[in-house]
């Protein structure tokens, strides 16, 4: 029974499809999450494969008139490589035509089947020849003609179907999985997930009655699909591919081959999926686990779409990025960090290449990049080049930035009775504490002059800002390894680390002074060279993304210049009246690209609410606005924007085409007074 390891699995993908950001974005957390774990020094194990059975596959390779495993083993390159590509460090890689799984997935079937859990029987129904599946009557979608019968999960036309096949007894354990899922609120999460699977398990019909789970229907018979594991109980019939897929996530592991293995792993610590596949992962699988009697995953991690123009992006869309496109123009460790950043899990998110360009040069470029800019030409012009020997590395500012850089090491891991960021699967609010981190470097260089001190004859005062900010440094490019590894290993060999300490142990990353003094810092070329949209993808035409308002070259000039301002009267200041608000909801408006219409808490009250129409869709998501605690003037006359009344107005910060909203630095309550 896996107690104190981590075992962390992606859904294995078709091979039909070649992969895009939302594949890689799955694969990219769990390896993420398999890193940190790494880091805090847990035994990991991190699975990912491929799904190559089933009618998809089939049709596939008989398209380009292929045998279909030697389509498989063709397609599965663009997966494996890419991981390779995109740095992925997983421990295995399994496939559901290897000898090992479908020996597995046979033995399986044997076993239920002697048990009584899997019988034959006549069915006729409405089937869905994309997603493998059939669909009962009361979920079939009726298409515009009226006539039409369409898939309510993909859109297709579904086909009538009369046949005998096999079908697993999942309905008998309808009030068990109920039960468990209510015990174990941590099985299933996000909770409105959760809530997702539980008000499809516990659902009643028009009269009050609850509706029965029913059996699964899991044989194709093979004259019409002869990709597939055959039943070993009757050969004219293949298994269906969720029941193979499933699966793999045993097989892989050793079930029924290496019991000291299996015991190792299982039960998993996360699978992550998509919310497409919400059901077989939370209504399919535990049961069939229920009915092979083994422990239940201990949680079902489910993340949402990538979108582009607020659609899932998909091959049968035709609207898929391809992540390779990133890989040349801002490398792999970019990628990485934007996926893992942008998306609050559970949520979907839109990808636009502006968005992520914007990302990566605010967050990279400026932030981060600035800071070991900074750091190295200061060490390099005032102390040769060298890490510092300082005696004593406290004053109250240094105290200030250590608390902070330390306190997000300790936020990301936790504690038994505080799950932290990771534990949580909070990437992106671990990603943006830990920029929060690196502002705070930036802004101690700011403070602190370091050049003046030095010009002042102030060695060792000198001496002990830079020595706090390569320590803030190294334990930041520790924090940011398991999503970078590729540049934090270039930042962490600079630094003076030797190759064994490249990769980080985490209680290094908890307490200061971990460089050696007197080891040299090399200067590195910048290590995220900002990069100019329009450069790589020329002028900003698609849709998709924001159309960008380009600052006229004289209003550049006026933001760069020190302005001369009219002085007002603090009579004339105090007729405005600023108070603080936090964002309640936030939606687009519809035909208004820049606009988004707020719900804002001004008070604690339930009236004290109010809305607000702001131009700063270019720049925030719905999702990325929610909970945030800005500033706002109250008392602005309403004004009406495309038909939607707005009560004030949020500030914001704008510089060039930047634009960042002005928030508290800190817990008030809304209403707060500002001024
Ligand atoms: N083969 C099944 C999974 C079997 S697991 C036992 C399958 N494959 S898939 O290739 O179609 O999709 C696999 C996963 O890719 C999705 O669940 C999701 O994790 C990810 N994504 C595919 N498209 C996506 C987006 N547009 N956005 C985010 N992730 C999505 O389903």
Same mark, same amino acid.
């Given at each position: 029974?896996?107690?104190?390891?981590?075992?962390?699995?992606?859904?294995?993908?078709?091979?039909?499809?070649?992969?895009?950001?939302?594949?890689?974005?799955?694969?990219?957390?769990?390896?993420?999450?398999?890193?940190?774990?790494?880091?805090?020094?847990?035994?990991?194990?991190?699975?990912?494969?491929?799904?190559?059975?089933?009618?998809?596959?089939?049709?596939?390779?008989?398209?380009?008139?292929?045998?279909?495993?030697?389509?498989?083993?063709?397609?599965?390159?663009?997966?494996?490589?890419?991981?390779?590509?995109?740095?992925?460090?997983?421990?295995?890689?399994?496939?559901?035509?290897?000898?090992?799984?479908?020996?597995?997935?046979?033995?399986?079937?044997?076993?239920?089947?002697?048990?009584?859990?899997?019988?034959?029987?006549?069915?006729?129904?409405?089937?869905?020849?994309?997603?493998?599946?059939?669909?009962?009557?009361?979920?079939?979608?009726?298409?515009?003609?009226?006539?039409?019968?369409?898939?309510?999960?993909?859109?297709?036309?579904?086909?009538?179907?009369?046949?005998?096949?096999?079908?697993?007894?999942?309905?008998?354990?309808?009030?068990?999985?109920?039960?468990?899922?209510?015990?174990?609120?941590?099985?299933?999460?996000?909770?409105?997930?959760?809530?997702?699977?539980?008000?499809?398990?516990?659902?009643?019909?028009?009269?009050?009655?609850?509706?029965?789970?029913?059996?699964?229907?899991?044989?194709?018979?093979?004259?019409?699909?002869?990709?597939?594991?055959?039943?070993?109980?009757?050969?004219? /019939?293949?298994?269906?591919?969720?029941? $193979? %897929? &499933?699966?793999? @996530?045993? !097989? +892989?592991?050793?079930?029924?081959?290496? *019991?000291?293995?299996?015991?190792?792993?299982?039960?998993?610590?996360?699978?992550?999926?998509?919310?497409?596949?919400?059901?077989?992962?939370?209504?399919?699988?535990?049961?069939?686990?229920?009915?092979?009697?083994?422990?239940?995953?201990?949680?079902?991690?489910?993340?949402?779409?990538?979108?582009?123009?607020?659609?899932?992006?998909?091959?049968?869309?035709?609207?898929?990025?391809?992540?390779?496109? /990133?890989?040349?123009?801002?490398?792999? $460790? %970019? &990628?990485?960090? @934007?996926? !893992? +950043?942008?998306?609050?899990?559970?949520? *979907?998110?839109?990808?636009?290449?502006?968005?992520?360009?914007?990302?990566?040069?605010?967050?990279?470029?400026?932030?981060?990049?600035?800071?070991?800019?900074?750091?190295?030409?200061?060490?390099?012009?005032?102390?040769?080049?060298?890490?510092?020997?300082?005696?004593?590395?406290?004053?109250?500012?240094?105290?200030?930035?250590?608390?902070?850089?330390?306190?997000?090491?300790?936020?990301?891991?936790?504690?038994?009775?505080?799950?932290?960021?990771?534990?949580?699967?909070?990437?992106?609010? +671990?990603?943006?504490?830990?920029?929060?981190?690196?502002?705070?470097?930036?802004?101690?260089?700011?403070?602190?002059?370091?050049?003046?001190?030095?010009?002042?004859?102030?060695?060792?005062?000198?001496?002990?800002?830079?020595?706090?900010?390569?320590?803030?440094?190294?334990?930041?490019?520790?924090?940011?390894?398991?999503?970078?590894?590729?540049?934090?290993?270039?930042?962490?060999?600079?630094?003076?680390?030797?190759?064994?300490?490249?990769?980080?142990?985490?209680?290094?990353?908890?307490?200061?002074?971990?460089?050696?003094?007197?080891?040299?810092?090399?200067?590195?070329?910048?290590?995220?060279?900002?990069?100019?949209?329009?450069?790589?993808?020329?002028?900003?035409?698609?849709?998709?993304?924001?159309?960008?308002?380009?600052?006229?070259?004289?209003?550049?000039?006026?933001?760069?210049?020190?302005?001369?301002?009219?002085?007002?009267?603090?009579?004339?200041?105090?007729?405005?009246?600023?108070?603080?608000?936090?964002?309640?909801?936030?939606?687009?408006?519809?035909?208004?690209?820049?606009?988004?219409?707020?719900?804002?808490?001004?008070?604690?009250?339930?009236?004290?609410?109010?809305?607000?129409?702001?131009?700063?869709?270019?720049?925030?998501?719905?999702?990325?606005?929610?909970?945030?605690?800005?500033?706002?003037?109250?008392?602005?006359?309403?004004?009406?924007?495309?038909?939607?009344?707005?009560?004030?107005?949020?500030?914001?910060?704008?510089?060039?085409?930047?634009?960042?909203?002005?928030?508290?630095?800190?817990?008030?309550?809304?209403?707060?007074?500002?001024?």
């Amino acid at each position: 029974m896996n107690e104190n390891n981590f075992y962390i699995t992606t859904p294995i993908y078709y091979v039909n499809d070649r992969p895009h950001i939302g594949h890689a974005y799955t694969t990219i957390l769990a390896d993420t999450l398999a890193r940190y774990h790494r880091l805090l020094g847990v035994p990991t194990h991190f699975l990912t494969g491929t799904d190559e059975h089933g009618q998809k596959v089939q049709n596939a390779a008989a398209k380009s008139n292929t045998a279909p495993l030697d389509y498989c083993d063709k397609v599965i390159l663009t997966f494996s490589n890419l991981w390779k590509d995109l740095n992925i460090t997983n421990d295995d890689f399994i496939r559901t035509t290897q000898e090992r799984h479908k020996q597995v997935v046979s033995q399986i079937l044997q076993n239920l089947y002697d048990k009584g859990e899997i019988y034959k029987a006549a069915y006729s129904g409405w089937y869905c020849v994309g997603c493998e599946a059939y669909i009962t009557e009361k979920d079939v979608k009726c298409g515009e003609s009226g006539n039409e019968h369409l898939c309510p999960n993909c859109g297709r036309a579904l086909e009538q179907r009369n046949e005998e096949s096999y079908y697993f007894k999942m309905g008998q354990y309808q009030d068990r999985l109920i039960q468990y899922i209510q015990d174990h609120p941590e099985f299933i999460q996000p909770t409105k997930f959760r809530n997702e699977t539980l008000g499809f398990l516990t659902s009643k019909d028009s009269n009050g009655n609850r509706n029965k789970l029913n059996d699964l229907c899991i044989g194709r018979p093979k004259e019409r699909l002869s990709w597939g594991i055959p039943l070993p109980f009757d050969n004219n /019939f293949v298994t269906y591919v969720w029941f $193979d %897929a &499933l699966v793999n @996530y045993i !097989s +892989a592991i050793g079930y029924l081959r290496n *019991d000291e293995e299996f015991g190792k792993w299982w039960p998993v610590n996360f699978h992550l999926i998509g919310k497409d596949i919400l059901k077989p992962h939370t209504v399919y699988w535990p049961t069939m686990l229920m009915a092979m009697g083994l422990p239940l995953p201990k949680t079902v991690f489910v993340h949402g779409w990538w979108l582009t123009n607020d659609t899932k992006m998909s091959k049968s869309l035709g609207n898929v990025i391809d992540p390779r496109e /990133f890989l040349a123009s801002h490398g792999c $460790d %970019a &990628l990485r960090y @934007y996926l !893992s +950043a942008a998306m609050t899990i559970g949520q *979907d998110a839109n990808f636009t290449r502006y968005l992520f360009n914007l990302k990566y040069n605010s967050d990279l470029a400026n932030t981060l990049g600035n800071l070991v800019n900074r750091a190295f030409a200061l060490l390099e012009k005032f102390n040769g080049g060298f890490v510092p020997e300082v005696e004593n590395l406290e004053d109250e500012a240094s105290a200030e930035l250590r608390e902070k850089t330390i306190g997000v090491a300790k936020a990301l891991g936790g504690t038994p009775d505080n799950p932290g960021y990771i534990d949580k699967l909070e990437l992106d609010k +671990a990603l943006a504490d830990v920029m929060a981190a690196v502002r705070a470097g930036n802004a101690y260089v700011d403070s602190q002059k370091p050049w003046v001190l030095a010009k002042e004859g102030k060695v060792e005062e000198q001496a002990r800002i830079i020595r706090n900010l390569l320590e803030a440094l190294r334990i930041v490019s520790g924090l940011l390894y398991p999503v970078m590894p590729n540049k934090m290993t270039e930042l962490r060999l600079a630094l003076g680390l030797s190759q064994d300490e490249v990769e980080p142990v985490y209680s290094k990353l908890t307490t200061w002074s971990g460089l050696k003094p007197g080891s040299k810092v090399t200067k590195i070329p910048p290590l995220f060279p900002r990069i100019d949209y329009e450069a790589i993808w020329g002028p900003l035409v698609d849709d998709a993304e924001p159309k960008a308002e380009k600052p006229a070259k004289k209003e550049k000039k006026a933001a760069e210049a020190p302005q001369v301002y009219e002085p007002v009267t603090i009579d004339d200041f105090s007729k405005v009246c600023l108070m603080s608000a936090q964002i309640l909801s936030a939606e687009h408006i519809e035909g208004a690209k820049k606009l988004l219409k707020l719900q804002i808490a001004t008070g604690k009250g339930e009236d004290d609410t109010r809305q607000i129409v702001s131009g700063i869709a270019q720049w925030y998501t719905p999702e990325q606005l929610v909970g945030k605690s800005i500033v706002i003037v109250a008392n602005l006359q309403p004004v009406e924007l495309r038909g939607v009344k707005s009560y004030g107005m949020l500030l914001a910060a704008k510089f060039g085409e930047n634009l960042r909203l002005v928030t508290l630095d800190g817990s008030l309550p809304p209403g707060s007074i500002v001024g």
